[in-house]
């Protein structure tokens, strides 16, 4: 018996024995696994915002500051977003891709004006007779002849000249000094004699003379001769045309398109084919204010100095010879961006924007004034950015292929192909009705009718901007609170019926589970309403409203697209769709 129990003893403890190992064994292996079950290796570190950016350690994104996530083998990370091109080294040469940084500095243009070499106005007159009577003879025979103020122009017969001389003579002869006297001398003067000439008759003219000279009363050149000797003239006929050719006016035509950048006293350098290898530098006095209604264009005036050269002493510059102009304008500061970056300028122009070395994307901008090797950029750039200026329209080709839209790139405004866009841009919002989802609406066509209206519309915008503040504080509880306030304040403009904005400018929201859902129903509602915000911004009484543009949504939520907007009763800027990790990142839609 005694036996007995020893073995039986024996087995039981070899039995306890034998489950400890086994136990021991099992839970080794799950506290430390083998190496075919352990951990895949990290094959890089990579910015969720920006996935150009990678590192091979641990660290924060060197644009946003966010922490890059692990990249494992197999994984294939995140992708650029549309619009976006990875190209490797090899690729980048054999096409011969190169970028640019862009700056604020000022745009420059030559602009060039073509026009002619006349007299100047104020110079012109046409000699006219003050009396009836004949030429007798011409001193003066053809035209281009200079003459000098007080130079013989012709000898004239008139009966009434003559009268009112001898009765100057008489009155002179008999000692008279006083007011008769006054009054003759006055009337040969308005008979075409000059003060000089006048005083001169007590000894020149005798009592058989028939004739008197008609002298020049300006010096200048004679462009027109209109009488002949022998012609009978009677008062006002027109005898001479003279112009004073000392200084020309540069006439010439500059186009509508070109007046933002003209100014008077701006430096002109004037070329003739007449005076081959030479150019003279004179500035704008006058432009025209005057539209011509078939050439669109008007008169920019130069007036340029005409001396006297060679030895025959002939005037510089010929009266009606054809000139041309350069004319070097330059802006105040602005940010340009070279002409070679820019493709579809004259429709809906794009660049392609170096975000890494090897990573490119595409960029929707809007264009200003065009320079000699620039552009204006008014929106979707900023200074320092990297822009391609060779080899652009072969990215262009190779993002159509792949299917990421070549130039037709998102609107900068909504990331869409245009605000009637935007079910597209947000389809992936959930089911109709729920949290993003956006219905095809025509945006632009509906307005408040009345001051009530447009009072609760107000309210509406009030609403939605205090949920964009809540998400900036991503206080997922906030938003909860506020969204019922949106319930009631749409319930009396959906009573409305006829006057009432579109359905799904009112749709309700959701009670959002987590913050990617919160921010995907708010952009719903913010992307319908953004455009009348931005005409109701143009208003005074909307001043402090301000609209902001994140230009990296595509990773707030699910279908978010690559750009979005908000809005703000004031400012400082504080981004709804990242919260605290990118709280600042944005900027004001002009």
């Known amino acids: 018996m005694k036996a007995m129990n020893w073995i039986l003893g024996v087995m039981i403890l070899g039995a306890g024995m034998g489950a400890g190992w086994w136990w021991r064994g099992r839970s080794g292996s799950e506290a430390n696994p083998s190496p075919t079950a352990s951990a895949r290796k990290i094959r890089m570190y990579q910015s969720p915002m920006h996935p150009w950016i990678t590192s091979p350690e641990p660290g924060n994104c060197t644009l946003c500051g966010m922490k890059l996530v692990p990249v494992y083998e197999g994984d294939a990370g995140f992708d650029s977003g ?8 090899n690729s980048i040469s054999v096409v011969g891709i190169a970028s640019v940084p862009i700056d604020v500095r000022r745009l420059t243009r030559s602009l060039r004006l073509a026009g002619t070499l006349d007299d100047d106005d104020s110079r012109h007159r046409i000699l006219s007779a003050y009396v009836e009577g004949r030429i007798e003879t011409l001193s003066v025979h053809s035209e281009g002849v200079e003459i000098v103020e007080g130079t013989e122009l012709a000898t004239v017969y008139s009966p009434v000249l003559l009268g009112a001389v001898r009765e100057y003579l008489s009155l002179a002869s008999g000692g008279e000094s006083g007011s008769l006297m006054t009054a003759a001398a006055l009337r040969l003067r308005q008979m075409g004699l000059g003060e000089a000439q006048v005083q001169d008759l007590t000894k020149s003219f005798t009592n058989g003379q028939r004739l008197l000279p008609w002298l020049s009363p300006m010096s ?9 000797g022998g012609q009978w003239v009677r008062e006002g006929d027109p005898l001479f045309e003279v112009a004073d050719f000392a200084v020309m006016w540069f006439k010439a035509d500059a186009y509508e398109r070109d007046l933002p950048w003209l100014r008077v006293g701006q430096e002109v350098v004037m070329t003739l084919p007449s005076l081959p290898g030479q150019s003279f530098t004179n500035r704008i006095t006058f432009i025209d204010p005057n539209l011509d209604m078939m050439t669109r264009s008007t008169r920019v005036r130069v007036e340029v100095p005409n001396p006297k050269s060679g030895p025959e002493h002939a005037r510089l510059f010929r009266h009606r010879g054809y000139a041309e102009a350069r004319v070097r304008v330059e802006s105040e500061p602005v940010l340009v961006v070279p002409r ?15 975000q890494a070395e090897g990573h490119y994307q595409q960029r929707s901008i809007r264009l200003g004034r065009a320079g000699d090797d620039a552009w204006e950029v008014i929106e979707g750039l900023d200074a320092g950015e ?50 993003g989802a956006v219905s095809p609406v025509p945006v632009t066509s509906w307005r408040p009718g009345s001051p009530e209206i447009e009072a609760k519309v107000v309210g509406l915008l009030k609403i939605l901007s205090r949920m964009a503040a809540v998400l900036a504080q991503d206080d997922l509880p906030g938003f909860n609170r506020v969204r019922p306030e949106w ?21 309700p929201l959701a009670e959002a589970k987590d913050l990617a859902s919160a921010r995907k129903g708010f952009h719903g509602l913010s992307l319908v309403w953004s455009p009348l915000v931005l005409e109701l911004r143009k208003r005074e009484t909307f001043q402090n409203l301000k609209v902001y543009r994140c230009p990296m949504t595509a990773r707030a939520f699910p279908g978010a697209p690559p750009r979005a907007v908000w809005w703000q009763w004031d400012g400082p800027l504080r981004n709804p769709w990242f919260g605290a990790d990118m709280l600042d990142c944005g900027t004001e839609v002009p």
Do not use: C, F, H
């Not at 549309?82 to 080294?89: D, P, W």
């Open 340 to 354: 070679t970056a820019v493709l579809n300028p004259g429709g809906s122009p794009v660049v392609w924007v170096e």
């Open 82 to 89: 549309e619009g976006s091109l990875r190209l490797g080294s």
């Open 386 to 435: 990297r822009v391609v200026v060779q080899g652009g329209v072969i990215l262009d080709g190779q993002a159509q292929m792949r299917g990421g839209g070549g130039t037709s790139a998102p609107d900068p405004m909504t990331g869409t192909n245009g605000i009637a866009g935007a079910s597209a841009a947000s389809s992936a919002g959930g089911e109709a009705g729920g949290p």
């Open 487 to 507: 319930s009631e304040a749409t319930q009396p403009l959906t009573a409305l019926g006829q006057g009432a904005p579109p359905v799904d400018w009112l749709k």
């Open 220 to 228: 200048g050149t004679v462009v027109k001769r209109l009488v002949y």
